[in-house]
């Protein structure tokens, strides 16, 4: 059975305070929830309280990005090594915010999940189409060159120690979700184009979906079948929202 998921992205949101509110609350309603995964991706600054609330429970720690160098004189950056020093498990790589706003090209992406996978960590891969790319009906070409210059750096069984999240651009902080068949569509695409390299790594990846899952549109989407939970953005910074989407993947 794929390992069903759902992992919040605080983006650059929360304090010290603000923190530990939230995850009180989340690790207070979802800490028995059984083979089903929790993380929480929050920003570098906050990693050292977060796993130290995080300790003795079954949420997982994840970063947001991280270098693609291994050391050295990169002023600024934070490297996988030190990632994995605060028990960090999970690493969001290709974010479309990091692509658009930071100039993250599929070659610097593909590095980052390299690095990441050295230091004994977990890639969430983003992949997705803007809006331009959707009504120009280039969506699985965009997709498969995202999906191909990771394959052509690490190789297709790399991703039996990643995760893929299909973001579409438009879909992001929003509020316009994709129906759940616009999503399934392209999750099967995704599995096939792994398929046809490696069918069992295809089998066993977990894809979510991504962009503006709420509470009210998690069920219909987590229920398609090759949509393996979420990633999401706003609504995990509401405690009862993200604990309520959570719970929709038992379904
Ligand atoms: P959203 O963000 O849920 O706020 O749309 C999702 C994401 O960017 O990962």
Same mark, same amino acid.
């Given at each position: @059975?794929?390992?069903?998921?759902?992992?919040?992205?605080?983006?650059?949101?929360?304090?010290?305070?603000?923190?530990?509110?939230?995850?009180?609350?989340?690790?207070?309603?979802?800490?028995?929830?059984?083979?089903?995964?929790?993380?929480?991706?929050?920003?570098?600054?906050?990693?050292?309280?977060?796993?130290?609330?995080?300790?003795?429970?079954?949420?997982?720690?994840?970063?947001?990005?991280?270098?693609?160098?291994? @050391? =050295?004189?990169?002023?600024?950056?934070?490297?996988?090594? @030190?990632?994995?020093?605060?028990?960090?498990?999970?690493?969001?790589?290709?974010?479309?915010?990091?692509?658009?706003?930071?100039?993250?090209?599929?070659?610097?992406?593909?590095?980052?999940?390299?690095?990441?996978?050295?230091?004994?960590?977990?890639?969430?891969?983003?992949?997705?189409?803007?809006?331009?790319?959707?009504?120009?009906?280039?969506?699985?070409?965009? %997709?498969?060159?995202?999906?191909?210059?990771? %394959?052509?750096?690490?190789?297709?069984?790399?991703?039996?120690?990643?995760?893929?999240?299909?973001?579409?651009?438009?879909? %992001?902080?929003?509020?316009?979700?994709?129906?759940?068949?616009?999503?399934?569509?392209?999750?099967?695409?995704?599995?096939?184009?792994?398929?046809?390299?490696?069918?069992?790594?295809?089998?066993?990846?977990?894809?979510?979906?991504?962009?503006?899952?709420?509470?009210?549109?998690?069920?219909?989407?987590?229920?398609?079948?090759?949509?393996?939970? =979420?990633?999401?953005?706003?609504?995990?910074?509401?405690?009862?929202?993200?604990?309520? %989407?959570?719970?929709?993947?038992?379904?």
């Amino acid at each position: @059975m794929r390992k069903k998921m759902v992992a919040g992205n605080w983006k650059m949101h929360g304090n010290l305070v603000q923190n530990k509110q939230l995850l009180d609350a989340v690790i207070a309603d979802l800490n028995e929830l059984g083979e089903d995964l929790v993380v929480v991706c929050v920003p570098y600054l906050y990693l050292p309280s977060v796993q130290k609330q995080l300790q003795n429970t079954k949420i997982a720690l994840g970063a947001q990005n991280v270098s693609q160098h291994e @050391m =050295g004189a990169y002023t600024g950056e934070i490297s996988a090594s @030190m990632l994995s020093d605060f028990q960090c498990q999970y690493v969001i790589v290709g974010h479309s915010e990091r692509r658009m706003l930071f100039g993250e090209d599929n070659h610097v992406v593909a590095k980052k999940y390299v690095a990441v996978q050295n230091a004994g960590m977990a890639p969430i891969l983003c992949v997705g189409e803007t809006l331009e790319q959707r009504e120009a009906k280039v969506t699985k070409q965009v %997709i498969e060159q995202q999906l191909m210059s990771v %394959i052509s750096l690490a190789g297709v069984e790399s991703f039996n120690k990643a995760v893929i999240a299909y973001e579409p651009v438009w879909a %992001i902080g929003t509020g316009k979700t994709a129906t759940p068949e616009q999503a399934q569509d392209v999750h099967a695409f995704i599995r096939e184009e792994i398929a046809k390299q490696n069918l069992n790594v295809a089998n066993q990846l977990t894809i979510l979906y991504g962009g503006s899952v709420k509470d009210n549109n998690a069920p219909e989407l987590f229920a398609m079948p090759d949509i393996d939970g =979420g990633l999401i953005g706003g609504a995990s910074l509401i405690a009862n929202d993200f604990i309520a %989407i959570c719970r929709a993947l038992r379904h």
